[in-house]
């Protein structure tokens, strides 16, 4: 749980560094490196700052001190959720894990900060490390050279290589970053290993980290080292900077990476530097709600549905079935569709208020003949609200309903037109609709276990009378629901 130092590499997030600002200015001294960038895969500034009042042992809460100059780092902005910090006192940091930020003063962690982890001044770190890839172009030929690049560094050798985020310089890490020399290239280049060494030179007031690729052979003018024609030189694993004392929140703060090119004496030939720019991520926040749509749709006619040409045409809120025949079905169908992002998914339902009545007049029962349309039996006379069966014959007569999924993936339905299961043989399975007036509850016409992106059912309505049917207009109404779990 305690760790001195935490390393993490960026992935995919929303960062001002995928603008990279390295390589936009460049200096060329008397002898001079051309075409000259350095590439950093992350432009993250390192965090480090440190707790204040309100931080207490068992809270997810941290509280960072937000005086500037205090410490590097004095605001939250320049950290993301998921973030591994370490907190703490001394060489012992407790690894915890950004679980929110409420304010620029104020983040929340996991797990709850422990004993010894909570007191003022306790130093709060978030190490941001990045792989340099450094390209260029020779400007002469230099027979067994060396390239080196050099990057600012602390001037305590102990400061500059603890793996602890230096504010306003690199830090080299507690174990030597791997340097990738190029291929051989051109048959004039034989490059050894890679090297690194922490705070190595100094160049004025200002130490480096030095990087170093060597050669043998003849070298050449104008070999590049692009990444393309030959390799270029990557280093892995530096530690970004901690901000600076002038920095300012969405202004990066730049340094100066010089790269050389060395002769078999280890004098300096050429050299030229580059400015590199780190900065603080972009947070961006978006509030989701809990979102489901539910749609009833029309069907025209001649459209087929259910294995079934529809003989009539609805619209969302009717389905006209029309003069109904003595010996043949009318079919009708509606499609419905389902949107949500509830992770537990959603149910329809659907619930008659009634069988089919002449005038809309109720029809006390169940299968109720004479002024009303009865539910239909099915053939084998099982049918009901919660059981299907087949229904082709035609001597059968009364309403009812099928499905048809024609969603490719996702949604359940209890059952399709096509099914075989119990007294159905493939060809019109169907089922009654749960009728509220005979105390019947709500049946699920079809549903799914997650979210859910326009998922589409059609419903088909079937109807035929007997010859005793009295003469006159019938009505129902059906209310489907769509009920998502959140």
Known sequence: MKKKFIQKSLILTFLISSMFIGGIYQRSQSASLS???????????????????????????????????????????????????????????????VTSIDSAGVFNITPVLLAGD????????????????IRFTTANAIANGTFRILVPSESSDTDAADGIPDAGQFDFGNAAPTVTCPSNADGTYDFVAGAATASAVTIGSQDYHSYVCAYSGTGAISSPFDGSTNDAITINSIINPAPKTTHSTGSADTYKIIVQHLDSTFTVRDSTSVSVGVIEAVRVTASVAPQITFQISGIASGITACGQLTDVTTTAAAVPLGELSISAFTDAAQALSVSTNAANGYVVTALANDQMGRDANACAGDNIGGDCIPDSRGDTDTMTHAVEDEWVTTAIKGFGFSLDNVNTTGLTAPFEYDSTAGGCSGVYCARQFADREDSQTAQTVFSNSTVADTHNLYVCYRAIISATQTAGEYENDITYTATATF
């Open 118 to 133: 909570a007191d003022d001044d306790d130093v709060v770190i978030s190490t941001q490390s990045a792989t340099q890839t």
């Open 35 to 97: 075409s000259v960038s350095a590439t950093s895969s992350n432009s993250r500034l390192s965090f480090k700052g440190a707790l204040t009042t309100g931080s207490t042992t068992g809270s997810s809460q941290v509280f960072l001190e937000t005086t500037t100059g205090d410490y590097p780092s004095t605001t939250s902005a320049q950290l993301l959720i998921d973030d591994t910090v370490a907190i703490g006192n001394g060489d012992s940091l407790g690894a915890y894990t």
